[in-house]
Structure formats: C-alpha cells, structure tokens
C-alpha cells in the first residue's frame, strides 16, 4: 500500500515538474482587442478590417501550427539593457503568446545595473524554460550583446526582436506558414507600425517587396526580419563598431550574397516610440547615423562601386544619399522624342543606327535635365550588374512634380505617385525623394542598357505607343533585371503626356499579355495602399 502510494507520488511529481515548452500562453480576448488599437482614426478602421486577432482566430492557428510536421524550431534574439520593466514584460509576454508553439527566446543582458530590469528577467523567466537568459557582469554594447544572443540560438532561423518593441501574436506562424511554401528562404521580413507612449498603434509601415537599391538609401526593412541561421553564421554576426546601425549594416551584407528573401505583407512587428528612443528623438543617437553613412559606404566598396554616401538632408533621418560616379567608359547616346508614338519603333531603331553606345538616354517631348548631373546620375546605376533601365524626376515649371515613380495597375494604366504635389511634399516612405526600385520607367525619362535591349530582342513592334517600354520593363524584370528610380537626376517639362498615352488596343493587349502579373499587383507597392489618389493613403475600399 505504501509502495503504491509512493509510485502514485513520485507520478505526480513528474507530472508536475514536465512542463511543456512548446504550449503557448493563450492571450485573453481584452488583450487582443487592446493590442487592435490605435489613435489614428483611418488606421484603426484599416485594423479593425485587416488588422485585428480574436481569440478565436488566434486558437485556429495554434490548432493549425501543431499539425505542422516538421515545425522548425524559431530563436528571438533580445538583447536587454536598462529596459522600463513594463515594456521588457510586455515584450517577452508577446513572445510567450505566440499562436506558433516551437521557439525559443534569448534574452542578453548587457550590465544593467537597473535593479528594477534585472528583477524583471528574474521574475519572467523563472517559469518557462523558453526564455534564456545569458547576463554580462558589465555592459559589452548592443553588437556584442547581440552576437552573445545569436551564439545561444538553436533554431533554424533566428527573428530579431528589441527590448521595448512587441511581436504580433500571430507573426511566428506566418513566418513558418511563409517558411513551408518557400522552404529556400534565406530572410523573411514583414510590415511594421508603431506604438505610441500611450500604446497605441499608430505610423503604419507598408513595405515594398524586395529592393535591393531602396535598401542603399536607408533601412525600408526595419523589423520584423528573420535570418537563417546558417547565414548569420556565415556573416559572422553583426560588426562591431557600427553600434545603432548594426542591423541595417547586417542586411547590406547579407544582400551581397543574392539571398532568398520574402516579403509578408501584414504587420508584425510593433516599434515603441518613447523619450529614449530614436522614434521619439532622432538626435538623441547621433552615433547610428555616422554607423549608417559608414555601412552603405562599405557596401559600395565590397561590390566595387565608386561613389560617396552621405545622409540625404532632404529628409529625416536614417535616409542616405549614394552619390555613384559613373564608369569612365561608359557610352551613351540622348533621343529626344518629338511623340510617343511609335514608340518601340523610334527607341528600336535608335539603338540600330549607334551600335557603338552602352546606353539609350529616352527625352520626350519638352523634357530637359535641370542641371548638368542629371543625366549623368541616371546612367551612373546601370553599373550595377542587376540594373538595366533607370528612371528620374521630372518637374513643371511651379516646380510641382509630374514623375517621381510609377506603379502599375490592373487596368494597365500606371498611377504616377505625388503628381501634381509640390517637389519638397513629404512623402509615404520618402519615396519620392529617395533612389528606389520600380516596376515602371517613365517613357519620357528613362535610360536602357544596350544588352540588356539585346537580350530581351528589342522593344515589342505590336504596341504603338509607350505600353511597349511597359511590356519590355515587365519581361526585363521576370529575367531578373530590376528597374531604378532616381530623385536626383531632376528635369523638367514643358509639355507633358500621361505616361499610358497610346491607343486602347495597347493597353488591351499589355492586359491580355500581363494578366497574372497585374492580378497579383505591383511588387513595389503594397495592397493596402490606394490605387486611386496619387498620395499612397490607405485603402479604405474593402475587397
């Protein structure tokens, strides 16, 4: 009887003690619908459509993610430091409520000497051993605390997540979901807001797809970014020595090697705003900037880049200005365009009649460079290997905008993004200020690279009008060349023309050839984002 008792208790004990460290805490319905709110009145109407978990929903995609086989194990890296205690619990809490089950967390401790933030990390990992905690005696600084965190990591792949920010509850299951249908992936990232002092959500952050020349003018990717880990190894980690700016150097590095990156466009990631941080003041860092300046530096000089890099000055800051010099042997040749009609004919023959020349500089109608750089900066980006057509700014006489990109629409008609705005108007992502990918040159304004024109046989004879520099920029990029867009090649006009300008049977036929592409949207553009207005607000027109 004793003996019984005794198994039954030694049972019991082990029942106890085997915690499992793959349960999520589940969240509770109030939290959720705090977590949904925001101060913006257009913003919380976009999340209650878009953006808002219930527990029910949460709870099917914990249901889901536990019949995943396999399921990679997820390592979130936090290095920690003075942290207010309510932000740190808050943080590690997002984690813990995860609807994905397998990850674990390692949190660094770089001295605090806090005591309020060491009994913090005291109390919250105490009861789940999915948080780890490594403490250095004395502070080592953010890149060294870093490396430690990515030293500990086990899993597979490795999300970066700062001390104060907050994960959304469903952002490790779409990572993964992302990981199952394209298992090649080397990084994931995903869209991103902002919490106010007040918790709120607010400053929405609806990124373009892959752009490895928007990346060169400032860090567009942010958080949330989750790296193989394999690869961080290869890296080395981050570099020590550029402090403030180590995650934007990461990237640029890891850019260099042509990764597999994808792009989840949903937000994830919640970056607090309070005093000490960069969000609320950008000065209180000066350091990140100079790291900045110095890792886009070091990004030209690996490639073998000539140029310079400063911070753009036209902008807030964490905006950088890459100021490439152009090859010394590089050929052009200027068209001026009297029409856009017969528009593949006039830029097909123009390359026929000088084989001698590197590149096709296109001016329609009225349109001159400003300045004596302007078309020298547009040449300046075809050195780059992946680059083949560049396109530039053009401005009225009031100094308004007429082109400062394009995105391309479903009905085949492009949208020309802040037309009509004055030049200085801050923009959605600065995209009009600073060098970007685009899926669209303007044919008014753009520079083809001869070999590139060569491979792909010329400009498509079938449009009549400028839907044939559409066509040959859509089947540039689906061979992998990728299109630029430059603030700083600046002309004006003085006669202008709707880029789609041509016949229907253009557009007809661009939408007919195009179908599927134009279905799932432009890649440099988010769909949350309106295809109406030229000003990128939100997409209040629910599907």
Known sequence: ?????????????????????????????????????????????????????????????????????????????????NTQPSHLRECIYSVQTQAYPDWEMCLVDDGSDNPATTACLQTVIANDPRLRLHRFATNQGICHAT?????????????????????????????????????????????????????FRFMHLFKPDWSPETLLSGNYLFHLVVYRRELLQQLGGVRV?????????????????????????????????????????????????????????????????????SENNELWRGHYRVHLRPRPDARYQVLRLNTLHDYAKQINQAFERDINNDYLVILGPGVEPIDSEAITELVSWLQIDAVGIVTGKVLDSQGRLLHAGLLQRPNGVPLAVYAGFDENTPSYMAVTAIVRNVSTPHPALSVLERCLWQRLAGL??????????????????????????????????????????????????????????????DPYYSPYLTLEFADMGLNLRWN
Request: proline share 5%; hydrophobic share 35%; charged share 25%.
């Open 1 to 81: 009887m004793l003996k019984h008792f005794i198994t039954r208790w030694q049972k019991g004990l082990a029942r106890k003690s085997e915690k499992p460290i793959n349960v999520p805490k589940e969240p509770k319905e109030t939290e959720l619908k705090r977590w949904a709110c925001s101060e913006w009145i257009e913003y919380q109407a976009w999340l209650f459509h878009y953006g808002f978990l219930t527990l029910h929903d949460w709870q099917q995609l914990r249901d889901n993610a536990r019949c995943w086989q396999p399921r990679p194990l997820l390592s979130i890296v936090t290095p920690v430091y």
């Open 460 to 521: 498509n004879t079938d449009y009549n009008g400028p839907h044939a520099l559409f066509d040959f920029a859509l089947r540039a990029q689906t061979s992998g060349t990728r299109i630029v867009y430059t603030p700083f090649a600046r002309f004006v006009a003085s006669e202008w023309q709707a880029p789609e300008i041509g016949p229907e049977t253009d557009r007809q036929r661009f939408i007919e050839q195009w179908a599927t592409w134009l279905k799932q949207g």
């Open 241 to 309: 020595g550029l402090e403030g700016s180590q995650d934007y150097d990461l990237i640029l590095r890891a850019a260099d090697r042509a990764p597999q990156v994808q792009h989840i466009p949903k937000v994830l990631y919640h970056w607090r705003h309070h005093k000490q941080s960069v969000a609320m003041e950008q000065n209180v860092k000066e350091y990140v900037y100079t790291a900045g300046v110095q890792a886009v530096q070091d990004t030209l000089e690996r490639r073998g880049l000539e140029g310079n890099v």
């Open 147 to 199: 490396n430690q965190a990515l030293a500990m990591a086990r899993g597979e792949y490795v999300a970066f997540l700062d001390h104060d920010d907050r994960l959304a509850p469903d952002a490790l299951y779409h990572v993964v979901e992302t990981l199952r249908h394209h298992p090649d992936t080397d990084i994931i990232y995903s869209d991103r807001d902002s919490l106010s002092e007040n918790g």
